[in-house]
């Protein structure tokens, strides 16, 4: 990233001096051009002020001066004098724009190539009083010459500033990256006080995330841990009394006491192991089918289904409300009415009530799932949706609960983009609302 962002500032810095140096070079070119037309302009007026150019019939004799050239045309276009060439080996100069312009507005100039000198040169041109034209004129190599010799010296001061601002780059680069680097090797640090302003919410997002990623690898490992602990219970049983009544060593009696525990955890196995396909199979899914359904009707025939399970329990259970159609996945609906009911059964006391509504608010759908039981504590408010948590374990273990339920619901919860909220109090029941 360093090498990089250093060649990055390199190129922009190159690119800049070179566009600099570019302008620099128009603009002093056209300031020049302007300085050398106003001193051939200043240059044409001094000559005619001295008046050796009055009388047209003088011997004009006279040298160019800092490499001007002095020319004197008489009115018929004829070169009367020239510091440059000999008048003899001279064209007529009456059609040169310059001397063209001067007779009919006293003034001309023009920058264009010499038909005599072979070279492109600046031109002004003045009438005089007696009717002839003056003419100065200056090569424009001359010029070019001057603009070329600060090529040299413009071009090793850029060599110096690219040279100098790709040092400084690094420098600069290193300083500011290093606060980076440093925030980057102490990201467990909450505490760590973020260097520029501008980086903190992403330091915060960064945290956040790397907070969650720890997490989730924690959860994983819990739930390896778990699921191994949780297959080994009803195996070991199975295995164990299996081998008991291998042994031949059990009565008849015996022998089906130990038949129905082997039958008890062969069906704990299997729901462990369904709730576990069924959580992976909720990590895994990206798109959820949805359909219209009644949420009521769907919450009648759970209710129903698990009533004969409250009855054993010495359990109330009771539903509320009336029809509401929602948009929903069916089989995911299903599978969270059975885990809020079964577990407010479950979790219940002996006479204790179970009340289930299912109600249609302004825009929203509210499902309640409201218990007597045992109630949980608000530390354990936080961890009943991870999975194998349990608040009563050998209430729990006894009663056929997997700890799987609560995070199956809030899986189910979160596909349907809805909302889960809990109150509950220790020794006086639960509530959980579902609001879609």
Same mark, same amino acid.
């Given at each position: ?24 070079? *128009?603009?002093? %070119? ?5 300085? !050398? ?27 160019? !001066? ?66 002839? !034209? ?10 070019? %010459? ?23 780059? @690094? ?56 699921? %191994? ?5 009803? *195996? ?26 082997? %039958? ?146 809030? @899986?189910?919860?979160?596909? @349907? ?20």
């Amino acid at each position: 990233m360093k090498k990089k962002i250093n060649i990055q500032f390199a190129i922009i810095t190159m690119v800049a001096i070179i566009f600099t140096m570019i302008v620099s070079v *128009l603009v002093y %070119s056209e300031l020049f051009q302007k300085e !050398v037309r106003e001193n051939l302009r200043i240059c044409a007026y001094e000559l005619k002020n001295t008046g050796i150019f009055d009388d047209p019939k003088a011997d004009y004799t006279m040298k160019a !001066v800092d490499n001007v050239r002095i020319t004197v045309i008489d009115t018929d276009g004829t070169v009367a004098f020239d510091t440059n060439a000999s008048i003899g080996d001279l064209d007529n100069h009456g059609q040169r724009p310059e001397i063209q312009k001067a007779l009919q507005n006293g003034e001309g100039e023009i920058m264009r190539r010499s038909a005599t000198m072979k070279k492109t040169a600046f031109y002004f041109a003045l009438r005089l009083d007696n009717g002839q !034209v003056l003419r100065v004129a200056k090569e424009a190599s001359n010029v070019w %010459s001057m603009l070329s010799a600060l090529s040299l010296p413009l071009g090793l001061m850029s060599a110096a500033l690219i040279l100098v601002s790709v040092i400084l780059t @690094h420098f600069l680069t290193g300083s500011i990256l290093k606060p980076i680097e440093h925030m980057a090797s102490h990201i467990d640090d909450t505490e760590e006080e973020v260097t520029y302003r501008e980086l903190e919410p992403f330091m915060k997002t960064i945290r956040k995330q790397h907070e969650d990623i720890v997490k989730s690898s924690q959860m994983r490992q819990e739930f390896t841990a778990n699921v %191994s602990h949780e297959l080994k219970t009803p *195996l070991t049983a199975i295995s164990g009394y299996a081998e008991l009544i291998a042994s031949g060593m059990t009565s008849g009696d015996d022998t089906i006491r130990f038949a129905g525990e082997i %039958s008890k955890s062969s069906n704990r196995l299997l729901t462990l192991i369904n709730d576990i396909l069924r959580l992976s199979e909720l990590d895994a899914s990206t798109e959820v089918p949805m359909e219209e359904l009644d949420l009521y009707e769907l919450a009648e025939k759970c209710v129903s289904m698990l009533q004969i399970n409250a009855e054993k329990q010495n359990v109330t259970l009771m539903l509320t409300g009336k029809s509401t159609r929602m948009m929903a996945n069916r089989e995911m609906m299903e599978e969270l009415l059975y885990n809020l009911v079964s577990n407010a059964i479950r979790y219940n006391r002996p006479y204790g009530n179970v009340v289930v509504s299912v109600n249609r608010e302004e825009e929203q759908v509210h499902l309640t799932v409201e218990d007597t039981g045992i109630g949980i504590s608000q530390a354990d408010q936080e961890r009943v949706f991870e999975r194998f948590y349990r608040v009563d374990k050998s209430r729990s273990k006894s009663t056929g609960g997997t700890g799987l339920g609560l995070a199956i619901v809030k @899986h189910v919860v979160q596909c @349907h983009g809805a909302k889960l909220n809990m109150q509950s109090q220790l020794g006086a029941g639960t509530r959980i609302d579902v609001i879609f």
